[in-house]
């Protein structure tokens, strides 16, 4: 795989790390971006080996936006368009199967937070910076953030950072849900990917499910959600599943082999 703007650095654990290289604007999101990404998260997916999968920036900023330069000049139908790539690409992201971590090393605004909302959850650095600026340019966001920052952080915080455009850091970002680890910077990557190695070491196939049906549960009514566990909870029972080697070797004291 070969690309200008993403890095990939693939451990023997399994562990992805992609890193936005594109220091010089602020690892921007531009059409090339997202074509990388596409491939990126094809890539991923296909391989086997991979089990954890981790996206950070280069620079002081892990996002910080969509290229405006790239955007001025589109008319109406363009714009459109470029906000439905930005949505595909993130909701591929939000489908893959395994574990998508953000390790958001500075700024995450615009694109960059809506990014980093596309991943299942998000470890940041405490000089992280975080907002939805889009109502300054005269725009809204175009990559779903009107979708997923209410689920992730309720209606109201919601709406006030859209409406106010206010940038928050990484503590206020942990009080409301938007984050759910935050340590200092020359901490983050190393608290990262132990995460990333303790999720490794767990079951793969239910680390998947698990991912899947919480999901699909959380826009689904409860009664439904609570019957797809149960139909996904069965199929990691029986003769050479991966739950009856998990209870064996939990019985037989050992480590199971995955």
Request: net charge negative; with cysteine.
């Amino acid at each position: 795989m070969e690309f200008k703007i993403l890095d990939l650095n693939l451990s023997d654990e399994g562990i992805a790390l992609v890193t936005i290289n594109r220091p010089e604007a602020m690892n921007a999101l531009n059409t090339l971006f997202f074509q990388e990404m596409d491939r990126m998260i094809e890539n991923l997916s296909d391989n086997p080996q991979v089990k954890v999968m981790i996206i950070t920036g280069s620079g002081k900023a892990f996002v910080a936006g969509a290229d405006i330069a790239e955007m001025v000049n589109k008319n109406q139908q363009e714009g459109s368009d470029f906000s439905r790539t930005g949505q595909n690409t993130f909701r591929s992201l939000e489908k893959m199967e395994i574990p998508v971590i953000a390790a958001i090393n500075g700024f995450a605004l615009g694109g960059g937070l809506e990014l980093a909302m596309g991943c299942d959850f998000r470890i940041a650095s405490s000089k992280a910076k975080f907002g939805q600026p889009e109502v300054n340019l005269g725009l809204i966001p175009g990559y779903a953030a009107t979708q997923r920052l209410s689920r992730l952080v309720g209606l109201g915080d919601a709406l006030y950072l859209l409406m106010s455009a206010d940038m928050i850091g990484a503590e206020d970002a942990l009080r409301i849900g938007l984050v759910q680890k935050v340590v200092e910077p020359e901490q983050l990557m190393e608290e990262v990917m132990k995460v990333a190695r303790n999720i490794a070491s767990k079951g793969p196939q239910a680390v998947k499910k698990v991912k899947a049906v919480t999901r699909k549960g959380f826009l689904m009514d409860f009664d439904k959600g609570s019957e797809l566990e149960a139909e996904e909870f069965g199929t990691l029972f029986g003769k050479g599943s991966e739950g009856e080697e998990g209870m064996k070797a939990f019985l037989e004291k050992r480590k199971p082999e995955w």
